[in-house]
């Protein structure tokens, strides 16, 4: 089994910033892939940012120069620095992980429990 911990949610005015943090632990061969998604209220999940490991970022448009995604692959962690925050990123803020957890590349996709930003303007 695989955990995600999220941590550095919270709440700041327009202009701030804030750095998310997510903790993968468990049964782990590798991990592949890790990102953060985010869920306004009423809409759907999207894409924030994807960091394959070794791999070209990819970013949604919004957040484009303003977000940076990195990962520290010795602690199985990803972070998201989140510069010149909007009130349109406030959202609930997920980590994801595609997870090897055996030698034969057995993957499964997890999710974080999810951690509120909330910008205000």
């Known amino acids: 089994q695989v955990q995600l911990a999220e941590s550095g949610g919270g709440l700041v005015q327009a202009g701030g910033s804030l750095r998310l943090s997510c903790a993968a632990s468990g049964s782990i061969f590798s991990i592949p892939v890790m990102g953060w998604y985010r869920q306004a209220p009423g809409k759907q999940r999207e894409l924030v940012a994807v960091?394959?490991?070794?791999?070209?970022?990819n970013y949604a448009d919004s957040v484009k120069g303003r977000f940076t995604i990195s990962r520290d692959n010795a602690k199985r962690t990803v972070y998201l620095q989140m510069n010149s925050l909007k009130p349109e990123d406030t959202a609930v803020y997920y980590c994801n992980a595609e997870v090897v957890y055996n030698y034969y590349g057995a993957s499964q996709d997890y999710w974080g429990q999810g951690t509120q930003v909330t910008v205000s303007s």
């Open positions: 960091l394959p490991s070794g791999g070209i970022t």
